[in-house]
């Protein structure tokens, strides 16, 4: 599994690809137990998407557009070149502002060849 950082929308895996159309969809909010094997994404079953509303704000959070091909930003391609890098673990909660990744928590899972 390759753990570069991707650049462009061209170097995406179907998952990842999926994965940032719905952080975009979302806007503001959270994704919770989102799994991750062997550096990919793994979006069966869906992650809880938990969207976060402010009352009495000027710009609601409404579903982004969603763009076709694109270079990525900086925080999407650091948030898929860790997500390529970890062989097997859980993002507990990763926190989406704007359509962009913003922090996560994950639990990885140790290597098994890893010595104890």
């Given at each position: 599994?390759?753990?570069?950082?991707?650049?462009t929308t061209h170097d995406l895996h179907s998952s990842e690809r999926r994965f940032l159309a719905a952080m975009q969809e979302l806007g503001y909010g959270r994704f919770e137990m989102l799994e991750i094997r062997n550096g990919e994404l793994v979006l069966d079953p869906w992650p809880?998407?938990?969207?976060?509303?402010?009352?009495?704000?000027?710009t609601p959070n409404r579903p982004m557009e969603t763009l076709?091909?694109?270079?990525?930003k900086n925080e999407q391609a650091e948030f898929l070149g860790?997500?390529?890098?970890?062989?097997?673990?859980?993002?507990?909660?990763?926190?989406?502002r704007g359509g962009l990744p913003a922090s996560m928590e994950i639990a990885e899972r140790p290597s098994p060849l890893v010595p104890k």
């Open positions: 599994m390759s753990a570069y950082k991707p650049l809880t998407m938990i969207r976060s509303i402010r009352f009495g704000n000027s076709c091909e694109f270079t990525l860790l997500v390529r890098s970890v062989s097997s673990g859980v993002i507990l909660a990763l926190e989406v």
